[in-house]
């Protein structure tokens, strides 16, 4: 493959796939929306390569897509592009689905279309590969893990509308023969992650010396991947995945919440202590739990593993070391977020 059309490649996610497949030498169109998760910052290291093409639009806008295959002709293309925060969805559940689930069904429609129009040796080739989510899958008991094979239960507006769009994916195989491929990832964090997730949160507030919020007991439990390593399996996935298949990818890193911050903490106790001497995990509060918040996910990443040979490369506490060190590099960055000038606007009050 050498040409790919990514959408919400300057999302968090999207954006470290971008700088990934660039870098090994691929051609990436690149078409996103640019609501406020999308950050052309985070993709500046590309400024002026040729290899790097930005459009902004919607994935649901039917003309640009058709257009946009039409005219880079894409070996494949990876549907990255979403409402992702799960608070959000909560106060404003509309927005997720006219993109998650209206606009994957825009996104299909033109993939099909261009597909059936491709001469035979590259329609052979061609994929389409949706990015999903562990949460459609539910919330586990103390017990057990999510397979390919577990029942959807999605227990969230976020949630659901990925739910919904995992199924026209798989539909659009079935019923039109589309060569798609899916993968359900758990919790990822890493470089350029927007600082109203976890543990870009932590890392700020606790840098301001602020209270360190912690839904509940804080006992949720999640699989943390560190991006990097989700990167890489999509890209597996694409050349080697089985068309019309579901691939789960997870870190087996299973660790509750306040487990998540207490390691944040005491990694910035060493590099950053406060000023009076107090340790950090003393910020840490609990508030009022998030509606609905679903207890554990766990996945069994095993057929990720034994049909396509990918591995995390980083353990949790590398990945966690890592991410924090890129925030310490990178206020810069993250300060163009939390002040809006990444869009000329400002965030919150
Ligand atoms: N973050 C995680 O832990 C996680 C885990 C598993 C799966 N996922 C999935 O991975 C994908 C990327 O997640 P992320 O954390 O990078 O999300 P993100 O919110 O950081 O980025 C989403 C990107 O999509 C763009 N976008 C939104 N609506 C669009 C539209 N209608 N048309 C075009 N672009 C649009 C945004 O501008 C943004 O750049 C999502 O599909 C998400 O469901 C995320």
Redesign the pocket.
């Known amino acids: 493959m050498k040409v790919l059309l990514v959408?919400?490649?300057?999302?968090?996610?999207?954006?470290n796939f971008v700088l990934q497949a660039v870098a090994d030498g691929l051609t990436v169109v690149n078409?996103?929306?640019?609501?406020?998760?999308?950050?052309l910052d985070t993709l500046e290291p590309l400024n002026g390569n040729q290899r790097h093409v930005f459009v902004q639009?919607?994935?649901?806008?039917r003309a640009l897509i058709d257009a946009l295959l039409a005219r880079h002709q894409p070996d494949a293309i990876v549907?990255?592009?979403?409402?992702?925060?799960v608070d959000r969805s909560i106060d404003g559940p509309g927005a997720f689905i006219?993109?998650?689930v209206v606009?994957t069904l825009g996104l299909l429609e033109s993939s099909r279309d261009y597909w059936r129009g491709l001469e035979s040796g590259v329609r052979d080739t061609f994929r389409f590969l949706h990015?999903?989510?562990?949460?459609v899958y539910g919330s586990l008991g103390a017990e057990g893990k999510f397979r390919e094979t577990t029942p959807y239960a999605p227990n969230s507006p976020?949630s659901a509308s990925?739910a919904a769009s995992d199924h026209l994916v798989r539909a659009f195989h079935h019923t039109y023969g589309l060569p798609t491929l899916t993968t359900?990832?758990?919790?990822?964090?890493g470089p350029y992650?927007?600082p109203e997730?976890l543990i870009p949160l932590v890392i700020q507030k606790a840098l301001a010396c602020e209270p360190l919020p912690v839904y509940g007991d804080g006992l949720n439990i999640r699989d943390w991947?560190y991006v990097g390593d989700?990167c890489h399996a999509i890209r597996l996935v694409l050349q080697l995945g089985r068309i019309g298949e579901t691939y789960n990818?997870g870190g087996n890193a299973e660790r509750s919440n306040i487990e998540v911050v207490k390691a944040i903490c005491s990694l910035l106790d060493a590099r950053r202590p406060l000023k009076d001497g107090r340790r950090h995990e003393s910020l840490i509060t609990f508030v009022k739990d998030r509606p609905g918040h679903d207890r554990r996910y766990a996945i069994d990443a095993n057929k990720l593993q034994n049909e396509v040979g990918w591995r995390p490369l980083q353990s949790f506490e590398s990945g966690i070391e890592q991410t924090i060190d890129w925030y310490l590099s990178n206020q810069p960055w993250v300060q163009r977020v939390l002040d809006g000038s990444y869009r000329m606007e400002r965030l919150g009050a």
Do not use: P
């Open positions: 959408t919400g490649g300057a999302g968090f996610i999207g954006a078409v996103d929306k640019l609501t406020y998760a999308g950050n639009g919607d994935i649901g806008d549907n990255f592009a979403a409402e992702s925060h006219q993109t998650n606009g990015v999903s989510t562990d949460e976020y990925k359900n990832c758990s919790n990822n964090y992650q927007f997730k991947l989700h990818v």
